[in-house]
């Protein structure tokens, strides 16, 4: 056996899949950040004032939400979002668009120096790709931070 033969009988399979069940006209739409607040803490799956979770909210070009993906769950004091993670989910769903959102244990909606970096990196992501980032919400169980709304995306 030749090497070339050996490299092609050694490549790995990728499998790429996305199920969806729902009817466009039953899904929910996204037309503020009060509503993707809403929608996401009736999906978030842990306490928003344990640990830190970060979520994906995927959308499609009618604004409606296609379904939700946890990213990471962190600890007290963060927790890992990496871009290319990110656009992974969002691309193998074929998502329009997509909100971001992690929660803050503590209870402080001010964002980080560290969430306002990531968030740049999102959106400079989201345009190279044309699959924008509509938002990037701060939970608490009270209430929520808007990147859009306070001009940040």
């Not at 969002?90 to 909100?99: E, P």
Request: with cysteine; proline share 4%.
């Amino acid at each position: 056996m030749n090497s070339i033969d050996l490299f092609n009988n050694h490549l790995a399979e990728i499998k790429v899949s996305y199920s969806h069940n729902v009817p466009p006209s039953i899904m929910r739409k996204i037309s503020s950040s009060r509503d993707a607040y809403e929608a996401m803490l009736n999906a978030w799956e842990g306490d928003t004032d344990y640990v830190e979770y970060f979520y994906i909210m995927l959308l499609n070009r009618a604004n409606k939400i296609m379904g939700y993906y946890l990213l990471s769950k962190g600890g007290l004091s963060g927790t890992v979002a990496d871009p290319k993670c990110v656009f992974q989910v969002a691309l193998k769903c074929n998502a329009a668009s997509v909100i971001l959102a992690h929660n803050h244990p503590s209870g402080n909606l001010t964002p980080s120096d560290q969430d306002i970096k990531l968030t740049r990196k999102m959106k400079e992501c989201g345009n190279i790709l044309e699959l924008p980032v509509l938002d990037h919400l701060i939970i608490t169980s009270e209430s929520y931070y808007s990147f859009a709304d306070n001009g940040e995306i």
